[in-house]
């Protein structure tokens, strides 16, 4: 064959491969100029109770999703990633793609570091709707790690519990509220978050999920943290 | 044959011997350095590489501690006028007030996380993954059997409180937001086993610093690490001493147990490990510390020897 036809044919099929890969894949791009993320030789102390909503699929993988919601009311999207051992550690805001329609959408989150080295549970990613600079939280987006993109049946919330007995009670049930016991993390450094709540997402009735994080330290309840989660239009269901 | 002059033979005999093997030293120092120095090498390398048992023991004073039991009938733990929660949302209304002699019986697999700031009151929370806790066993009274989850504060009024246990053991907290107690102070010691003797000698000896979280890990070769099992116990002092000392803080601890290490976690460093370097034992083994001052007094007395030989050559034959 002549080698101008073959780079005729080599060029169409880039050319027709390239939306066609593009079009299965919702973006949502970063807001400002370049990633705002650190990683220190000491751990940093978050305060916040919840670290992280985060797919029961999650895999060890540095690619960074949120699944989409009708109920999703903000044009912006803050996203905190914090590590376990408190070390890793990012805030930025991505714009949701206009028009999508799809039920995942990946970050624009180009990280410097390694994340794929930690596991699974090991960083927790926190997206609710608004900007990072302007509101301090909101309704919470489902984040994912990985490649798959089934919509959960389940869902991990990293909390920092400050060493407590923590429970999530599932509020707006259609069966009515549910108490879950959440599984302290014994191993390891726990500077990030101390605790995990895998809360079932199957039997909720509404687009969003109320939960409240119950903390007990001995004697002692700790003020509850409520969160509204954004759940995906056929979450495990 | 007469018996005195065979004992002279053998007198006699035993003389020419060693100071023929004494003359073959004198006429060889070399050769009998070189071998000796060899003995000394392979020993003092016996000495280093024998993989020895260690004990470390923690001695602190800590506002919190977990322990998972790994035996029931070493956790008896007297918990006279404690305040008992069985439910996690229960309210201070449903505080149940124990009476005097009440004991808690642990079961095994419990987990128990202990708390005590300053002379306050102790809190311990008890938790089962299945099953129940344990059990609260009254003189004049039914036993009262736990859940999974219970809850105890405790004034030690007059007489301290001593709880020993046998179990995994973690001391302090990994310090972040919303952890409000921590370890106050303390030391790490390790015994290493000595060769030939069932005895211990002390092989160091490292100071915790003020919120550390340590636990004790036992390493077999070939597979990964897991928690060692410790034994101790902890004490609470009175909070109304009446004594010459003021009350003592927190709670005091005191475990030991067979490990390889001691892996301590601190905020602002990556965590490290204590354990016994096979290099300390040329510091702290009796054995080896003697056999190491013995080779170098040896090879002194052998060099003197040497110098002091061509010393006495150069005189006799000045010429040469």
Known sequence: ???????????????????????QESIAMLKDSELQESLAREASVSGRVVAGVLSSDASADDSLFLFSSPARASG???????????????????????NSRSEVVRLQY??????NSYRKLDLAVLGYEGDCSEVRDGPVLIALRGKAHALPESLDILVNSGRSDTFAVLTNLSTGPRTI???????GRR????????????????ESLVVKILRRRFDRMLSPTELVLRLPNEPGR | MNPVGSVRTLLNGTRRRGRGFL???MKRPRKIAGLFSVTLVLVVLGLFLDSRDHIFTVNAVTETASLVTTDGAFSEWRVSGASLLTDPFATTADEIELPENAYLLIRKGSEIDLQRHGTRAAKITLRAKDGRVGSIV??????????????LSIVADGRPLVWPFRGLLRVGDDVTSGVDSILLSGTVNILEEQLFRDTRYNAGATELDRGDRIRFWKHATGRAPKEAVVEGFFRIEPSNQESFTEPQNAIQLIAHGGATFVNIERLGSSGYQIKAT????????????????LGALLFAAIEVYSNIREMIRDARHPDE
């Open chain 1, 1 to 23: 064959m002549d080698y101008r036809a073959t780079l005729l044919l080599v060029a169409a099929l880039i050319g027709f491969a390239s939306p066609v890969s593009l079009a």
């Open chain 1, 76 to 98: 912006d999207v803050c996203v905190r990633v914090i590590s376990r051992d408190g070390l890793y550690w990012s805030e930025n805001t991505f714009r949701w793609p206009s």
């Open chain 1, 110 to 115: 180009e990280s410097r570091y390694d994340l």
């Open chain 1, 181 to 187: 016991a959440c599984r302290p993390i014994t191993d």
């Open chain 1, 191 to 206: 500077t990030g978050y101390d605790t995990i709540c895998r809360v079932p997402v199957a039997d909720s009735g509404s």
């Open chain 2, 23 to 25: 003359l073959a030293i």
């Open chain 2, 138 to 151: 009254m003189p004049d009274a039914d036993d009262r059997v736990l859940g999974s989850w219970a809850s």
């Open chain 2, 278 to 293: 096979r290099w300390a034992r040329f510091l702290y083994d009796p054995l080896l510390a003697f056999i190491a001052g």
